[in-house]
């Protein structure tokens, strides 16, 4: 009987086995590691199959690129990359995956100034129907002339993220100034930051085309949208808990967060955020749950400065806390329900009007 051997993976050092990181990458077999030493490593990087880039660590090892990306993974490849930093010197897309690409997993990563220089969107990462895992990883700079300052995620993708950060991110003619999830996206978020990103709409997140987003024990702080949604603009149906929305800002509907068709926000604290209709929530077109949530110093400059829903929203809300909503000078309601509604267990201070509704349960 002939007995087969198992082939085990082997590590391949950079510089100790292969001068360059592409070098080692086109050596390697499926399964194999890269091992990179510390410094900055430069040079256009292709992986393809089963493999995982290992670096010494955040800001240790340090990858810049010559051509668009920094990292292109081609049709079929499986990646992950560990303990080191992207770096797109603000010229060029710090990671994209082709079509065809299968699975993308990133460990305590760095993407930092990337910037999407080509047709497509999405500043430091750019994926399209696979199944990718962020853990650990920051994004930082990144810049898409289009859509998605920090990542553009399209047909069916499906992302995870945990204990990551997106910190001054930019979508300069586009939504999703930290993600936009585009068509059939799931997108789930635990634990994770959102501070200083800046959007058309969505200015951390903006999901459209159906799919799912789940956001959960995150912070949102300084967020910017020009139209819709400061923090957040699902325009599909979204579920967020135990989140905090500090000092978003959009120029039109949900300072902090807009649900076009419906969703839920619960167990969340919204501070200091301002809107057109909604200075911390706007939801319209289906139905739409808030409950257990805090509104504290937000403010509308039509209506609503906590909350607007509009007549379609159908929403039940209830356990809620209003403490001093609206500016100086401001007479605008607490709650703007303009359609049948349950409201219940709400407790209003502080404020000069507290609420109006049509045809609302209260």
Not at 45 to 70: F, H, K, M, N, Y
Not at 295 to 320: E, H, K, Y
Request: aromatic share 6%.
């Amino acid at each position: 009987m002939l007995l087969l051997s198992p082939v085990l993976a082997a590590t391949l050092h950079v510089p100790g086995d292969h001068a360059t990181v592409q070098a080692a990458v086109s050596a390697a077999q499926p399964g194999d590691v890269v091992q990179i030493g510390p410094g900055t490593w430069s040079g256009f990087i292709w992986p393809t199959g089963e493999l995982t880039v290992r670096g010494a660590g955040q800001g240790l090892t340090r990858l810049v690129g010559t051509g668009s990306d920094v990292v292109l993974a081609d049709v079929g490849a499986s990646l992950t990359l560990e303990d080191l930093t992207l770096d797109g010197q603000s010229t060029r897309r710090t990671l994209r995956l082709r079509e065809g690409a299968v699975e993308l997993t990133l460990r305590d990563v760095e993407l930092v100034d990337g910037h999407s220089t080509d047709s497509l969107p999405g500043g430091c990462l750019f994926v399209e129907g696979i199944t990718a895992t962020l853990d650990g990883v920051g994004f930082e700079g990144c810049t898409s002339e289009l859509e998605g300052g920090a990542i553009y995620a399209k047909d069916a993708t499906l992302l995870g993220i945990t204990d990551s950060w997106f910190v001054d991110n930019t979508a300069v003619a586009g939504g999703g100034g930290a993600i936009e999830a585009w068509t059939d996206v799931v997108l789930v978020v635990a634990t994770t930051l959102f501070q200083g990103n800046r959007a058309t709409a969505g200015g951390a997140i903006e999901a459209y085309g159906g799919g799912q987003v789940l956001v959960g024990t995150s912070s949102f702080i300084e967020n910017e949208a020009t139209w819709h949604g400061g923090a957040v603009n699902a325009r599909h149906s979204a579920s967020i808990r135990d989140c905090s929305f500090v000092g978003n800002a959009a120029g039109l509907d949900g300072g902090a967060v807009r649900l076009e068709l419906g969703g839920s926000a619960t167990k969340s604290f919204f501070w200091g955020n301002r809107g057109l209709r909604g200075g911390a929530v706007a939801a319209e077109g289906g139905p739409t749950v808030v409950t257990n949530a805090h509104f504290c110093q937000n403010v509308a400059d039509d209506t609503g400065n906590a909350i607007w829903m509009g007549s379609g929203s159908r929403p039940t809300a209830s356990n809620l806390l209003f403490v001093t909503n609206g500016d100086a000078a401001s007479q605008r309601f607490d709650v703007d329900l303009t359609g049948p509604g349950t409201l219940r267990n709400a407790t209003f201070t502080g404020s000069p009007a507290t609420l109006t509704f049509g045809g609302t349960d209260v």
